[in-house]
């Protein structure tokens, strides 16, 4: 059945500054806390780093013109605060601020809607020495960041994305120490969890303060958590993992509270003094719309001894991607409807979905990755039946422009609508890429 969507649907692709542009060390960028992780040894795969990454930095040009040649309507990609602030507060870097200035005119002159996320893990390293996201002055910093940024750039760029991810800036980089800067601690973990929160808070607030003329929201992973079985203590575990990853974010953004029942559950891991009078308030400052990652469904159990969740991920049953992620495409329907309904009809975006994959380079020359076509194909038609069902869904960026630095993995994982050969730098779009364009082409899906 061939599917339409919306002729103002913005159909586009995302990417993240310390995975695609390089350049760390150029036009006075200072460290990142990524720099730092990624350099030390045994923190990422064969210990490679984003120093070079896929040269975004000095190929943007020819990275604008591709993403018009592919068709695409907008363009998600985020600014690196160790560019704009290399101290992390302090004296801006003119430089910095124009690099992403050139690269929005470009976008715009080739018709493409640029999308900025104000954070996407690359905390300046010198914030970081002063006690990085644990630390609450750190919230105030990125406020003082964002609303330099809007009133640099403010009303040329239509939509603005205060965070990225904030669970995995939070939990694997201060619980399971996999991301930087690679603490392992839970009071740590909560900690930078709210700080993001208030950070977000201030600077939603920082943008209305300064009046820019384009929208703002927040990017949360939003994953589809199901219980092993139908046991009662497994599907009391899968709350748990939904509360844990899910609710601890959107509840106090869209409800102006943090769980009741997660509250109870990390007691005394929550000090105090962390959440203060008016926190709450300042995080459910209202945004314009709610960007959701998407990629698999988690299957929980109950397990005594796995911390205090008490519950464990079991390994998937059904098809999985090179990362190992389960394939659920109506995970995204079900998420999609169950986010409406519980925190109203605010207008939502896809910032991030898509498939690491083994891509290769095949003897006639193009990347032949039927699987990804196969994957955005089931969870563009979920997206739909969504949208038939009510879900005010204004667009769908692809996880990613092109294959990138994957965080711990290194270049071991290939994500990318666009394959990058990274001893030449050469592009060569994938077959997904192709097909990706017709489908923006024509409005519309088989
Ligand atoms: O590459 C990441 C991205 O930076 C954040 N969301 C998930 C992607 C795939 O792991």
């Not at 390293?125 to 630390?135: E, I, S, T, V, Y």
């Not at 208030?198 to 384009?214: T, W």
Request: proline share 6%; hydrophobic share 40%.
């Amino acid at each position: 059945m061939t599917v339409r969507f919306p002729e103002n649907f913005l159909w586009g692709a995302a990417t993240a500054a310390y995975q695609i542009e390089g350049a760390v060390r150029e036009d006075g960028r200072g460290e990142s806390i990524w720099d730092r992780f990624a350099h030390t040894p045994g923190k990422t795969y064969q210990g490679q780093t984003g120093d070079v990454a896929c040269d975004h930095y000095h190929r943007w040009e020819e990275d604008v013109a591709l993403m018009r040649e592919l068709g695409l309507r907008g363009y998600r990609f985020s600014i690196a605060w160790p560019r704009i602030f290399p101290e992390g507060a302090g004296k801006p870097n003119p430089k910095g601020v124009d690099f992403y200035r050139r690269l929005v005119e470009a976008l715009r002159g080739a018709g493409i809607t640029p999308v900025a996320t104000l954070y996407h893990w690359d905390l300046p390293q010198a914030l970081q020495d002063r006690g990085g996201w644990p630390n609450r002055e750190t919230a105030y910093r990125f406020a003082e960041y964002a609303r330099y940024l809007f009133e640099t750039l403010g009303d040329a760029i239509p939509l603005w994305i205060t965070l990225n991810e904030p669970w995995c800036a939070a939990f694997y980089g201060h619980l399971t120490g996999e991301h930087a800067p690679g603490i392992r601690d839970w009071r740590a973990a909560l900690a930078a969890a709210h700080h993001l929160l208030l950070g977000h808070g201030l600077a939603v607030r920082a943008f209305r303060e300064v009046g820019v003329r384009a929208q703002i929201g927040i990017t949360l992973l939003c994953t589809h958590f199901a219980p092993a079985t139908d046991a009662p203590e497994d599907r009391a575990a899968d709350m748990r993992y939904d509360g844990f990853v899910n609710r601890w974010f959107l509840d106090p953004v869209f409800l102006g509270t943090y769980p009741a029942d997660m509250v109870r559950l990390y007691g005394d891991l929550l000090p105090p003094d962390l959440i203060q009078p008016g926190d709450l308030e300042i995080i459910a400052t209202p945004v314009d719309f709610l960007g959701v990652n998407y990629y698999y469904r988690s299957r929980v159990a109950h397990d005594e001894g796995a911390g205090p969740l008490r519950a464990r991920v079991v390994p998937p049953t059904g098809p999985v991607t090179d990362m190992g992620w389960e394939i659920y495409p109506q995970g995204l329907e079900v998420l999609l409807c169950r986010l409406h309904q519980t925190y109203g009809n605010i207008p939502i975006y896809i910032t991030e979905s898509g498939m690491a994959a083994r891509d290769e380079v095949g003897p006639d020359g193009q990347v032949h990755d039927q699987e990804r076509i196969d994957y955005l194909r089931a969870h563009f038609r979920a997206a739909h039946r969504a949208m038939a069902a009510g879900v005010d869904l204004r667009g769908y960026f692809v996880w990613t422009l092109m294959d990138n630095f994957e965080w711990a993995y290194g270049y071991s994982k290939r994500f990318g609508l666009v394959y990058v050969d990274y001893d030449t730098q050469r592009r060569i779009p994938k077959d997904s890429a192709w097909w990706l364009r017709e489908v923006i082409r024509t409005g519309e899906m088989g």
